[in-house]
């Protein structure tokens, strides 16, 4: 009998503390979390590792998230990953252009475990 | 004892008059700087409080959760005298970790605005030492619509326009609470 292996979800954010609390609320429903503090240091791990779902902040230092879900949109290993925005931006403006960059969906932050949770569950 | 003369005071002496190098606009910018200086002072030393506190809440919440590993393993017998009390104690702290970490993250958002507070100080500061920009009504839109640009929250955006709108600020304040209850945009999912 195998034993699937956990789901990995590649969690970006800049802030320590938002890290912290994404990585247990999806440690605890059983995902294997990667972390990365910017777009460029999450582009570096994508060109050599790839992950179920990637969960994104927008506003960060060297590359925001928006340049990030473009940039990866263009790797051939993450086409069809689903790429969550978790953002405090709630402007129309930016979600478009998250949108067009080819996110496939936006949440706004703070984030409540059990949504986070069943959003992951419904875009996986 | 003679009555003082007009224009002093024996406890209000009159200032000396400003030296060369004294402006308002220097005295303005440096007020403004000093209050960008505390606020940033305030914010690494509490950032450094709530890191820690945040260690120490994940390692309590990891904790719980091995506890509830360690009570779904508990043999039949046992399990049958405490099990009910033990799943409904675990339930209740697993809510009550829910609740603290969207409670968490409000810090995480109260950092973000005051960091364009902090930027919106020193644009402020710099911009004061310039009479030829102060003097132009035009230059005053172009920052405000600077400062407008930095804005990433529903909150921040609503608080600008009250205020330009020429709303006091406890009008604003009040005018934010109202609509920020019906309108609130936290928490909001939308798949694309």
Request: hydrophobic fraction near 40%.
């Amino acid at each position: 009998m195998s034993v699937a292996s956990p789901r990995t979800i590649l969690a970006v954010d800049d802030s320590a503390s938002m890290r912290q609390m994404v990585r247990y609320t999806l440690e605890g429903a059983g995902y294997k979390v990667v972390q990365a503090a910017d777009g460029v240091e999450a582009l570096e791990f994508a060109r050599t590792g790839t992950v179920d779902l990637v969960l994104t902040d927008v506003n960060m230092p060297r590359m925001d998230g928006i340049s990030l879900v473009r940039e990866l949109r263009t790797l051939h290993s993450y086409k069809f990953v689903p790429m969550l925005v978790l953002t405090a931006e709630s402007g129309q403006e930016t979600k478009q252009r998250g949108k067009q960059a080819g996110a496939t969906g936006w949440i706004v932050k703070p984030f409540n475990p059990e949504q986070l949770l069943a959003t992951i569950g419904r875009v996986l | 004892m003679a009555a003082p003369q007009a224009g002093t005071s024996a406890t209000h002496p009159v200032a000396a008059a400003p030296s060369e190098s004294w402006a308002v606009e220097r005295q303005m910018a440096n007020t403004l700087g000093l209050c960008e200086t505390q606020m940033t002072s305030a914010l690494q030393e509490s950032d450094q409080a709530v890191d820690a506190l945040i260690r120490i809440f994940t390692g309590l919440a990891d904790t719980m959760r091995d506890l509830g590993a360690v009570s779904a393993r508990l043999p039949p017998e046992i399990k049958a005298n405490v099990a009910d009390d033990l799943d409904a104690q675990l339930a209740a702290i697993t809510k009550q970790i829910g609740s603290a970490v969207i409670a968490f993250q409000f810090y995480d958002k109260l950092t973000q605005r005051l960091g364009h507070v902090r930027f919106s100080l020193a644009t402020l500061a710099q911009f004061v030492c310039d009479p030829a920009q102060t003097q132009q009504p035009e230059q005053w839109d172009r920052l405000h619509a600077t400062l407008r640009s930095l804005y990433r929250t529903q909150e921040e955006r609503e608080i600008f326009q009250l205020m330009m709108d020429g709303a006091s600020h406890t009008a604003s304040n009040e005018g934010r609470c109202e609509t920020s209850a019906a309108q609130s945009t936290a928490g909001d999912i939308e798949l694309f």
